[in-house]
């Protein structure tokens, strides 16, 4: 198994309506950029190929989502594949048994691995304030029901969108099955209060390192749409809680990082929650 993965977070702007064209060209770009600077795997923002509409009501919205094998999508992979690089490609996605807020995974073959589903879906009041939008995704997308590890690269990667990395449980459950490296594509914004979310944004993600001996690699979007303001700050977090690289608010951004994986396994020797947690006591969590 590979000791060392060079993996990036690719941090994509504010997206127009109609705005897929110049996304996609844009996540090229980063594309072709990461493979200069030799990265493996490339992990892009929560859906990011669309505006980020669950912000608003609206009845109209299937055409955000598409399927696996939509033209923009397939760019993504086939651009990826033919350079060797993996791929963690979110979307909106519109499948058989509902629309999901997805991250399709692709190796470094362009196969896909697997698909992970947003498993906890958020919806926040809107309020009156600037930017004071609110979120209304339990409007659009189905909750999955799974926390797969995926191999990629030689390495063991869960995924967490957005909203999920505020619940300790199921980063602590991928850990459980192996994972090394916690992948988290983002969309996350100011809202109304930009100082409290600038201020509060890298705790989640070094808790979740910290806690459970893992690299947290976070991709985030950035720019302004109408009303909501993506902060950007796209990190990467090693298996002790310190950050190792973030990206600033621009809209078009790369943060790399060369995760040495033997680091996890010395990261949770040092602390060895596996030998010191008591599931014999934490039977309310899941009742």
């Known amino acids: ?29 980063l594309i072709d950029r990461a493979h200069g600077e030799g990265v493996q795997l490339v992990v892009f923002p929560e859906v990011f190929l669309a505006p980020f509409f ?8 299937a055409h955000y989502f598409m399927t696996p094998d939509a033209p923009a999508a397939q760019a993504l992979r086939g651009h990826a594949a033919a350079r060797g690089m993996a791929l963690v490609l979110p979307l909106a996605e519109r499948a058989p048994s509902g629309y999901f807020n997805s991250a399709l995974v692709y190796d470094e073959r362009g196969e896909q691995v697997g698909t992970y589903r947003k498993t906890h879906i ?22 999955g029901q799974d926390l797969p590890v995926f191999q990629v690269c030689g390495a ?22 192996g994972a090394q490296v916690l992948l988290m594509p983002i969309a996350f914004s100011t809202y109304s209060d930009p100082a409290r979310r600038a201020s509060i944004w890298e705790v989640p993600l070094r808790a979740r390192a910290y806690e459970n001996g893992a690299y947290v690699l976070a991709a985030n979007r950035a720019g302004t749409e109408g009303p909501r303001r993506h902060l950007g700050h796209s990190m990467a977090v090693d298996p002790y809680g310190m950050i190792a690289a973030r990206a600033g608010e621009g809209e078009s951004e790369l943060v790399v990082l060369d995760a040495d994986l033997a680091e996890v396994e010395r990261a949770r020797a040092g602390f060895p929650w596996w030998r010191d947690r008591r599931p014999d006591l934490y039977g309310d969590l899941v009742k």
């Open 1 to 29: 198994m590979a000791q060392t993965l060079r993996m990036a977070a690719a941090q994509t702007g504010a997206v127009a309506e109609p705005g897929e064209a110049a996304i996609v060209d844009a996540a090229i770009a």
């Open 54 to 61: 669950p912000c608003r009501l609206e009845s109209d919205f």
């Open 122 to 143: 958020p919806a926040y009041f809107p309020n009156d304030r600037p930017g004071g939008t609110g979120s209304y995704e339990k409007f659009y997308f189905t909750p």
């Open 156 to 177: 063991r990667v869960g995924i967490q969108i957005c909203n999920d990395r505020l619940y300790p449980e199921g980063s602590r459950a991928l850990a459980l099955r």
